[in-house]
């Protein structure tokens, strides 16, 4: 009877006994959660990967950025819903993700777990300190507790390693790095299958180390050994590699530019196409950026001889980032000023459209909005975005060089850092594109696309030419070609003339601006 706890007593050694220093019912137990990309909304289906904050086996807590993704709109910062141990990243930088697919597993405490946050893995796979709490069975305890201690004492010790001064000593090889984890987009990695390339001896060109396909052409031309490549051959065989055609990915934002365009022959477009006189904006324009705001221009700043604060703190102006701030006035505030101002006077162009039901049933309707929202057309690297300066009418003429200077410093950041506040799901309903501030036409024939609005205009380059349509003699005239496309299941020809007239009567008349009080 005094057999078995006598021999339990003389077989436990001093490691088993550390290993329950806690009674198992206090250990807490990790699950495994599998993060979803959720539906951020405006119809998305699916987002690319641009960016990783955290690593794997990273910590992260509750409300911390966890990733970038990016749709065909804007890019959108994704948060972590809880706090735990990233274990597994499922959707590598530069991979697509669709809405409800996995984009990584996070370790987390069952205790601290919200159970509607995220869709828990197998449960198989959960890392559990202990049993579930409760009184522990002695047995199993005892026998896992003396496994654990043999594993312990089998464990064969580490092979002791020679001196660098010892003639057997042989250096270190480079860590092997699994090609998997290396950052490549699909396209690259399917050319390097093909081309039996390891990709993880290669050192990526691109952005964070990303391996392009040039990387893996560089690769294969050092593996050419000099001595066998004959030289008379070797130039007509590059200028063959040269002349055969590459093929080329959409990225996200120009597939979905190629989807907008394909949409835009749903509309009927109507085209009309007038110049402006900005000769009277030419001769104000000097005084308008000799007296730019301080807080919009602080090199401008002047030192009064008297504190106007002496007696009560003067208003202080809004806060305006360095990215808002400007040295230079242009015409093109100018005109989406005067344009907003002949918005007001036709609610047609402060109209939106709601197509009526899939069915047939209802009709479409239009939303007349009580401010003018105008859309610029904004060209970045990765593509054409159209952002909103929403109220353009309650703004003034710096105002609205400042929206602008701030909407093309956000355009210009790989990736690009334009959201959906900066291009909301209702967009505007007129749509701005200065073409002449980098061509040197004059006019153009831009395409007007469903949900973009009920015209768009192109605004060419500025010349000075002779007019003669005042005077016999002429005169030297500044002048500015406009082209209009709109949206002729709403606009009427006579509509749109009218309209470009009304806002004709403002760019050439500048004066009236102060008039009506800016």
């Excluded at 109220?391 to 690009?416: E, M, W």
Aim: hydrophobic content about 40%; glycine content about 6%; overall charge neutral.
């Amino acid at each position: 009877m005094f057999i078995r706890p006598l021999r339990r007593l003389l077989t436990r050694s001093t490691a088993v006994s550390r290993f329950h220093t806690f009674p198992p019912c206090l250990s807490s137990r990790k699950i495994l959660q599998n993060f979803k990309l959720a539906d951020i909304g405006e119809g998305i289906t699916e987002c690319e990967v641009i960016k990783w904050n955290v690593k794997e086996l990273g910590t992260v807590q509750s409300f911390e950025p966890l990733c970038e993704v990016q749709s065909d709109k804007a890019s959108v910062e994704i948060t972590s819903p809880f706090d735990g141990v990233v274990k597994e990243i499922l959707v590598k930088e530069g991979e697509v993700a669709k809405v409800g697919q996995g984009l990584c597993v996070i370790e987390v405490d069952e205790e601290l777990l919200d159970s509607g946050s995220a869709e828990q893995v197998d449960p198989a796979l959960s890392t559990a300190s202990a049993p579930s709490p409760g009184i522990p069975n002695s047995k199993f305890v005892e026998e896992d507790a003396i496994s654990r201690a043999e594993q312990i004492h089998e464990e064969p010790s580490a092979p002791r390693r020679p001196h660098p001064m010892d003639p057997n000593y042989s250096p270190p090889s480079a860590p092997h790095v699994n090609p998997e984890n290396v950052l490549a987009k699909p396209s690259v990695r399917h050319y390097a299958r093909q081309s039996k390339v390891d990709l993880a001896l290669l050192s990526g060109s691109g952005r964070d180390g990303r391996i392009e396909k040039k990387d893996i052409d560089a690769f294969l031309s050092r593996q050419v050994s000099p001595v066998s490549v004959d030289p008379a051959s070797a130039a007509p065989r590059a200028q063959a590699q040269a002349e055969q055609d590459v093929i080329v990915e959409l990225g996200r934002t120009r597939y979905g530019m190629w989807k907008a365009m394909t949409q835009s022959l749903e509309v009927p477009h109507f085209g009309y196409s007038t110049s402006l006189d900005l000769t009277s904006l030419h001769s104000l324009l000097p005084i308008l950026n000799s007296h730019i705001p301080e807080h919009f221009n602080p090199s401008n700043s002047s030192s009064l001889p008297i504190n106007p604060s002496a007696l009560h703190p003067a208003p202080s102006p809004p806060p305006v980032p360095a990215s808002a701030q400007f040295t230079r006035l242009t015409y093109l505030p100018i005109l989406i000023k005067t344009l907003a101002k002949a918005m007001m006077a036709w609610p047609v162009l402060r109209s939106s459209i709601t197509p009526g039901s899939a069915n047939g049933g209802g009709k479409p309707t239009l939303t007349i909005r009580p401010h003018a929202d105008i859309a610029v057309a904004l060209s970045t690297t990765t593509g054409l975005y159209t952002p909103v300066i929403p109220h353009a009418d309650t703004h003034n003429i710096y105002s609205l060089s400042s929206q602008l200077k701030h909407l093309s410093f956000l355009g210009r950041q790989v990736p690009c850092a334009l959201t959906m506040n900066e291009m909301p799901k209702r967009g505007a309903t007129v749509t701005v594109s200065n073409v002449g501030a980098i061509g040197d036409g004059e006019y153009a024939h831009p395409v007007l696309v469903p949900g973009g609005g009920v015209a768009i205009v192109a605004i060419g380059r500025a010349r000075w030419v002779w007019d003669v349509s005042k005077s016999e003699r002429g005169e030297r005239r500044l002048k500015v070609g406009v082209s209009w496309s709109a949206d002729h299941r709403v606009l009427e020809g006579a509509e749109l003339a009218a309209f470009v007239e009304s806002w004709r009567a403002y760019v050439e008349a500048p004066e009236r601006l102060i008039g009506e009080g800016i």
